[in-house]
């Protein structure tokens, strides 16, 4: 084949992986991937991803930045934990996604925006609480982009709200805070302080 034919390939570029192995939790444990694709195969919700796991962490290797951070696959993870316990290397497959998808909200990228918002509203209420109160944090998620937008998803979502209540799995009255809260929420801004490398 002629030079003017072959085809050009993209240099092999570490800065990303590098990136991930130094800032993602358990972002290291990547470099032990072996792209055999049991995580792959043993994901519940594999048919529902563009990347698999394993095409994920290919990505990260690959120097794809955008695709990684901007995928939605690294938010659909429900920590079933089949993928870490089947893992020929002990690739903690799970966390690895997990914090992917911590790293990415952190950076600006919001693939699944009703999952963000979701779990911002759900830790909204841990911290003013310190535990979950299940009205509030639906609340809260369904008027996150006002009362006109809330209103439709409300009424979608009453025959699961009416099965909680009468399940006993959501309380009518308010929560109360718990004991010390004040005390709770220092330790969880201390927590966060630390994981964005404020105490080095």
Not at 38 to 59: G, Q, T
Not at 99 to 105: K, R
């Amino acid at each position: 084949m002629e030079k003017n034919e072959a085809v050009k390939k993209k240099a092999y570029d570490p800065t990303f992986a590098n990136e991930v192995f130094k800032n993602v939790d358990s972002g290291e444990g990547i470099k032990t991937c072996m792209q055999c694709g049991v995580c792959a195969m043993s994901c519940p919700l594999k048919e529902h991803m563009e990347y698999s796991p394993r095409r994920i962490f290919a990505l990260v290797r690959m120097g794809e930045r955008d695709k990684v951070l901007g995928s939605r696959d690294i938010m659909l993870c429900t920590s079933c934990y089949t993928c870490k316990v089947r893992c020929p290397r002990k690739v903690p497959v799970m966390d690895a996604m997990h914090g992917l998808a911590h790293y990415a909200l952190v950076q600006g990228y919001v693939p699944r925006k009703e999952t963000a918002v979701f779990g911002r509203k759900f830790w909204d209420c841990v911290y003013k609480l310190g535990k979950i109160d299940e009205k509030l944090v639906a609340q809260n998620f369904m008027l996150a982009d006002g009362m006109i937008a809330g209103i439709p998803k409300a009424l979608e979502n009453m025959p699961m709200g009416l099965a909680m209540l009468f399940h006993h799995r959501m309380k009518l009255l308010p929560e109360k805070p718990i004991k010390d809260i004040k005390a709770f929420r220092k330790m969880l801004d201390l927590a966060e302080e630390i994981g964005k490398g404020g105490d080095k």
